[in-house]
């Protein structure tokens, strides 16, 4: 990358920044430090992820970036371990239940424009049925699937990058998503 390049990701990055820095601070927001959401990320780090391409991807479409970010932060508030939450809680559609106890989290400490609403509620969507209303909530359910997707391969990328063609295919075809 040129120098261009370098200041150009050092401005988004201090932009980003300036978006979500409360909410990084909030005792709420910090307490998804304890869980973990893919591989070894933790939800902080995986909302930290999504939040980031959302600013990134939404701010190149013209959409409204500080609220893409914002919502991307948040959207996956639910506050416990996923892993055991079936065998806890007898609930077995965490997937499906979790962006409505994002929301009511979020909501419970943050003021929310209807805006973030729609994308920490539709995140999921079309696992969830109903669509999404703005177009930076369909930007999440892009961004979301794939910083799953990359949080769960983490270090065995560059192996399956080497060995797989179809892999290698795979990620050039959605190379569009990187910022
Ligand atoms: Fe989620
Ligand atoms: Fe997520």
Avoid at 34 to 57: D, E, M, P, S
Avoid at 68 to 85: C, I, K, N, Q
Avoid at 135 to 154: N, P, Q
Wanted: charged share 25%.
């Amino acid at each position: 990358m040129g120098k261009n390049g370098r200041r150009r990701d050092d401005q988004a990055g201090e932009e980003f920044y300036e978006c979500i820095k409360d909410l990084l601070e909030h005792p709420v927001v910090q307490e998804m430090q304890k869980y973990i959401q893919h591989g070894t990320t933790t939800c902080y780090q995986h909302c930290l992820n999504v939040a980031y391409y959302n600013f990134r991807l939404c701010r190149r479409l013209g959409l409204d970036a500080r609220r893409a970010a914002r919502a991307g932060m948040l959207h996956d508030l639910f506050l416990y371990d996923w892993h055991e939450h079936a065998a806890k809680t007898g609930d077995h559609f965490h997937g499906l239940r979790h962006p409505r106890r994002a929301l009511e989290n979020a909501r419970r400490h943050f003021s929310l424009t209807s805006l973030e609403e729609d994308v920490i509620l539709k995140h999921m969507w079309p696992l969830t049925v109903i669509p999404p209303v703005h177009a930076e909530s369909f930007v999440i359910c892009l961004t979301d699937k794939y910083c799953g997707f990359c949080e769960t391969v983490g270090d065995r990328h560059r192996l399956y990058y080497r060995r797989y063609p179809l892999y290698r295919k795979m990620l050039r075809s959605i190379s569009f998503l990187h910022p």
